[in-house]
C-alpha cells in the first residue's frame, strides 16, 4: 500500500506530522478527521532511492539501546503505544530505523500487536528482542521488558566491543608489518641489488638470501594476494555448511590465547541472554532455542539444544548443562543453586557479570602478552632485512680500509 505523509493540529492545539499506510488519499482523511485533527495535509510519501540499499546505512546497537530505553520511559508514563512510536520515528536520527518505525507504528494503528509490528522487521528486531515484547505484551510489563532489553543490549555491545579491541589491534599489527616488509621486499632491496652488481664482489649468505626472497616476492605478489582473498572466500563458504563450521568453531576454541577468550565471551551471552528471557517471562524451551540461535558458535549452539532437550524430557536445566561437557562447573553450579531457590535468573546474571569481568582481564592479559611479541617480530623481521642490506657495505668498507 502507498505511504502518506500529513500535518495536522489536534484538539488541544498541538502540531503533529507522521505517517499512514491506507490504500488511498481519501482513506487518510478520513482516519485524521475521526482522530479530532483539523488544518490537515495529506500528501503521497516521496520515494527514496536509498531505501533499501546500503548507502541507507544501518540500525546500531546504540539505536535500539536509546529507543528501547525511551519507549519504556514513555510507556511507564502512561503514554499510548501508538502515541510513543509517532514521537520516537520523529526524532530518530537513523534514516534506515526512522523508515522501520514508522511501519511499526502504522502497522500497530492497524490493528496488529507490537510484537507481529517489530517481527515483519528481523534485521533489526532479532528474535530475542520480539519473543521478549512478546512476553512484556502478555504479562503487562511492557516498560520493564524495555528496559531489560536496553540493558541487555548495552552489555552485548560492550562485550562485543572488548573482544573486538582484542582481534582489531594484532589485525592491525600484523597488517602493518606485512606492509612494510613487502614494501622493502618489492621496491627497496632491489635498489640495493644494483649497488651490489656495480661492486662486483660476492655477497653476505643472508644477503643473498634477502634478494632470492624479493625476487620470489615480486614474481609471485599477484598469486600471494589472489589466495588470500581465495582462502578468504573458502572459508566464507565452508562456515555455510553445519558440518564445516562446526569443525572451525571447535578449532577457534582451541585456539592458543584466543580460545579460552572467546570461551568465556561465548558463556558470559549465554548466561546473560537466557537470564533476560526468562526475568521477562519467555518459556524456558523458547529461551533456550532463541539462546541456541544467537550464541555465535555452532559448538555451543548444538550444546544448548542438547539442553533443551533434557528439559523437555524433565531433567533440571544443571544437569543437561553438565552433561554436554562444554560448560565450567562454575556455571554448573551457579545454575543448579538458582533453580533449587527459584532464583535462575538472577544467578544466570550474576555468572554473566562474573564472565563479563573475566572477559576484560582476559583482553587486558592478551594484550599485554602481544605487544612485545609483535614489537619482537617486527624489530627481527625488519631489524634482519636491514642488516642484510648492509653486510656487503660493511665487508667492502672493510676491504678499502685494508
Not at 520511559?73 to 530505523?97: D, H, W, Y
Not at 643473498?208 to 573458502?234: C, D, E, P, R
Amino acid at each position: 500500500m502507498p505511504i502518506y505523509v500529513y500535518k495536522a493540529i489536534t484538539r488541544s492545539g498541538r502540531k503533529v506530522k507522521g505517517e499512514l499506510d491506507l490504500p488511498n488519499i481519501d482513506m487518510a482523511y478520513t482516519v485524521l478527521q475521526r482522530k479530532g485533527y483539523s488544518n490537515i495535509k495529506v500528501k503521497l510519501k516521496p520515494k527514496d532511492l536509498l531505501e533499501g540499499t546500503f548507502l541507507e546505512g544501518k540500525v546500531k546497537d546504540r539505536d535500539k539501546v536509546v529507543f528501547s530505553r525511551q519507549f519504556a520511559t514513555m510507556i511507564s508514563a502512561g503514554v499510548p503505544i501508538i502515541q510513543a512510536l509517532q514521537v520516537l520515528c520523529e526524532q530518530t536520527e537513523n534514516r534506515k530505523f526512522r523508515r522501520i518505525l514508522y511501519e511499526v507504528k502504522n502497522d500497530v494503528e492497524g490493528g496488529s500487536s507490537l510484537y507481529e509490528a517489530m517481527k515483519k522487521h528481523p534485521d533489526v528486531f532479532d528474535e530475542l528482542y520480539v519473543n521478549m515484547i512478546n512476553a512484556g505484551e502478555a504479562g503487562g510489563v511492557l516498560d520493564t521488558v524495555l528496559q531489560r532489553l536496553a540493558e541487555y543490549i548495552e552489555k552485548a555491545a560492550n562485550l562485543k566491543s572488548k573482544v573486538k579491541g582484542a582481534m582489531i589491534y594484532p589485525s592491525v599489527v600484523s597488517f602493518v608489518a606485512i606492509a612494510v616488509v613487502t614494501i622493502i621486499l618489492v621496491f627497496v632491496i632491489p635498489t640495493f641489488e644494483k649497488l651490489f652488481e656495480e661492486a662486483g664482489s660476492a655477497l653476505p649468505a643472508l644477503t643473498q638470501m634477502v634478494i632470492n626472497l624479493s625476487h620470489w616476492v615480486k614474481n609471485n605478489i599477484l598469486y600471494m594476494f589472489l589466495t588470500a582473498i581465495g582462502l578468504f572466500v573458502l572459508y566464507k563458504i565452508l562456515y555455510k555448511f553445519d558440518k564445516t563450521r562446526i569443525l572451525l568453531d571447535s578449532m577457534k576454541l582451541k585456539l592458543p590465547l584466543f580460545g579460552n577468550l572467546l570461551k568465556k565471551v561465548a558463556i558470559a551471552r549465554f548466561s546473560r541472554t537466557l537470564s533476560t528471557m526468562i526475568s521477562s517471562g519467555v518459556p524456558i524451551l523458547q529461551s533456550l532455542e532463541i539462546v541456541a540461535k544467537t550464541s555465535g558458535n555452532k559448538v555451543l549452539e548444538l550444546g544448548i539444544l542438547e539442553v533443551k532437550k533434557g528439559v523437555a524430557e524433565g531433567q533440571p536445566i544443571a544437569q543437561p548443562l553438565e552433561d554436554v561437557g562444554i560448560f565450567p562447573p562454575l556455571v554448573i553450579h551457579m545454575v543448579s543453586i538458582g533453580e533449587a531457590s527459584g532464583a535462575l535468573d538472577t544467578m544466570l546474571a550474576k555468572v554473566a557479570d562474573f564472565y563479563d569481568e573475566e572477559v576484560e582481564i582476559a583482553v587486558e592479559t592478551l594484550m599485554s602478552l602481544i605487544e612485545p611479541v609483535m614489537i619482537v617480530f617486527l624489530g627481527v623481521v625488519v631489524g634482519g632485512l636491514v642488516i642484510s642490506m648492509y653486510l656487503p657495505i660493511f665487508k667492502l668498507a672493510g676491504a678499502i680500509t685494508s
